[in-house]
């Protein structure tokens, strides 16, 4: 049998007007809106460009997104959160009441209250409190907008950074740099529109499901890039194969595939179109972005990033350099922050003084530097960690010398800075103990709807169709924060 005749002899009734509606109503769009090339798939023509510039529903404030994740989750209390009287009931027994139906990762029993052992102080025009782990913040404290209220459902590293990436703590739905670039575009047809940075060595919690496209065509997925070797694994050309020998092997390809997403119209044929040219122009144009080495030494000394190295430092200066040539999704994960103090590198004394060393400095370089090349009104920072931690001591370091704290998602503190949000601003607090969000509560729902807004989304319209529904990031959650807008 043909292989057409059999794909249709399978093709069940709700796939056929599925696909029959998206051909007719990709015709028709294409012929209101004048766009020959949209038409043209259904005529046999080359497909559109999935990453096409695309408009937004509303002006927007923000054109794209650096988003810094600490994973594993920094210890918020012993950073952004100041709490006096947590202090004065250290080493005593946590109250039954704060404990009665919560779950923890580590922690059983009756656990001892512990009060943060760093030093504290007030930084900036406006008072933001701030411990001595994070010196380099204290600089930049105006240009922070500060929510101290972030509260999640998940108390384990993968479901809750998955819950932040995708509105869902289970793998399989879209990323939030996919969402975003399916609904913007991109502004280089040279490099990707999401790009994903990774430091100490480690892959995120939720694994590549965190910055994936989940059941949005695959063209939208983050492309996990590198600050050592080849920026990107395979992308270079086959041993004996020049760059001519390519451009006529893909060529080759393309025409094949024309061909089929003519006849069967799978959006995944067009998103390999896409996908194969736009890995022969990154051949070129990746190295030469990735190349930090172009920069001044005063630039590298400011971020402390070092030319071959893979850190944070050298991904903070590459997350400037990707924006300022059009990426508009930059993700970075940087593995370590699960600070249980079972070893001194997870202590919240010595151990996350070191951990903060090779983040806050590079991190504060990288506002001013934005702010200095006029990237910071029109770009969003974003901070933090999947969840936030205890205010007792981890169950399994009672007896140790070194401090450390269990997972806790009931209350916990993230950050944003740049495009359309207030600088020098603290928003929502928890409880003078740090148990409980007290006062203007931020569900990460609402954190997501709150970005997809500065980007000029309504968070309930950008949606995907599968499997029979409309799908959105914010699931049918969330609202937009409207109090940290400027």
């Not at 001519?244 to 025409?255: G, I, N």
């Not at 936030?388 to 916990?412: I, M, N, Q, W």
Request: aromatic fraction near 8%; charged fraction near 20%.
């Amino acid at each position: 049998m043909h292989p057409r005749l059999k794909q249709l002899q399978i093709q069940t009734r709700r796939h056929f007007l599925q696909q029959s509606a998206a051909g007719l109503g990709g015709i028709a769009l294409a012929s209101l809106m004048g766009d020959a090339k949209s038409a043209g798939v259904a005529a046999g023509k080359p497909a559109a460009d999935p990453l096409a510039l695309r408009q937004p529903h509303f002006p927007a404030k923000a054109k794209r997104v650096i988003y810094l994740h600490m994973t594993g989750s920094p210890p918020n209390l012993d950073m952004f959160d100041y709490k006096p009287s947590l202090a004065q009931h250290t080493d005593q027994d946590c109250p039954a009441e704060f404990l009665a139906g919560r779950e923890f990762a580590f922690t059983s029993g009756t656990p001892k209250l512990m009060g943060s052992p760093r030093t504290w102080s007030q930084v900036g025009k406006h008072g933001t409190w701030m411990s001595d782990a994070i010196p380099h913040f204290h600089g930049v404290a105006d240009d922070l907008c500060m929510v101290h209220s972030m509260y999640t459902d998940q108390f384990n590293h993968a479901p809750a950074e998955l819950l932040v990436y995708t509105g869902s703590p289970r793998s399989g739905r879209p990323s939030m740099g996919s969402w975003v670039t399916y609904g913007l575009g991109s502004e280089n047809e040279n490099l990707p529109g999401f790009v994903v940075l990774i430091s100490s060595g480690v892959q995120p919690n939720g694994g590549k499901a965190s910055f994936g496209s989940g059941f949005l065509p695959s063209v939208y997925q983050g492309v996990q890039c590198r600050s050592k070797g080849d920026p990107v694994l395979y992308a270079s050309d086959p041993n004996g194969m020049d760059r001519s020998m390519r451009r006529k092997t893909l060529d080759a390809l393309q025409d094949l595939n024309e061909l089929q997403a003519a006849e069967m119209g799978h959006p995944e044929t067009l998103t390999r179109i896409s996908q194969y040219e736009l890995a022969f122009r990154m051949q070129t144009a990746v190295p030469e972005v990735m190349d930090i080495s172009q920069e001044s030494q005063k630039t590298l000394e400011a971020y402390g990033a070092k030319p071959g190295d893979s850190s944070l430092a050298n991904n903070c200066l590459l997350a400037r350099r990707l924006v300022e040539s059009g990426v508009r999704f930059v993700q970075l994960f940087d593995w370590g922050w699960d600070f249980h103090g079972t070893g001194a590198d997870t202590g919240i004394t010595d151990g996350l003084t070191k951990k903060c060393a090779t983040m806050d400095k590079p991190i504060a370089a990288l506002i001013k530097d934005l702010k200095q090349r006029g990237l910071f009104e029109d770009t969003l920072i974003v901070w933090g960690g999947e969840f936030g931690r205890t205010p007792f001591r981890e169950g399994r370091t009672a007896g140790s010398k070194v401090l450390g704290r269990d997972h806790y998602p009931d209350a916990f503190t993230m950050w944003m800075a740049g495009a359309g949000v207030k600088g020098g601003f603290d928003y929502g607090q928890s409880d003078e103990l740090g148990f409980s969000v007290a006062e203007n509560p931020v569900h990460v729902h609402d954190l997501q709807a709150t970005i997809l807004h500065l980007l000029g989304f309504d968070h309930e319209q950008l949606t995907y169709r599968f499997q029979g529904r409309d799908f959105r990031l914010t699931d049918v959650h969330g609202h937009v924060v409207h109090d940290l807008l400027t």
